[in-house]
Nanobody, 121 residues
């Protein structure tokens, strides 16, 4: 599966953004999808993940209650709604797909290009 992330931008603290991850291929619904991010000088970290059907979601503690991951398989798209953004959320955000619902960034098989999110204070 090929993935393409979009929706990043420059916002102020407290603002909201919605990221989209568009997938190609008829087997999109066979994959769990995650959002991960990487800030300058830091390792890539898990943000959120959603199961193949959307029935199960995982979140990093740092975004729990502020971010919501969802998917519409008929549109081959996964979303990340980000509310209450903080400067520490600044990073390049990636979507990735895998056969299992996981939080370890190294366990994902397919990656999209990143989209930059910058939150000013």
């Amino acid at each position: 599966v090929q993935l393409q992330a979009s929706g990043g931008g420059l916002v102020q603290a407290g603002d909201s953004l919605r990221l989209s991850c568009a997938a190609s291929g008829r087997t999109f619904s066979s994959y769990a999808v995650g959002w991960l991010r990487q800030a300058p000088g830091k390792e890539r970290e898990f943000v959120a993940a959603i199961s193949r059907t959307g029935g199960t979601t995982y979140y990093a503690d740092s975004v729990e209650g502020r971010f919501t991951i969802s998917r519409i398989n008929a549109k081959n798209t996964v979303y990340l709604q980000m509310n209450g953004l903080k400067p520490e959320d600044t990073a390049v955000y990636y979507c990735a797909a895998g056969l299992r619902l996981v939080t370890n960034p190294t366990s994902y098989d397919s990656w999209g290009q990143g989209t930059q999110v910058t939150v000013s204070s």
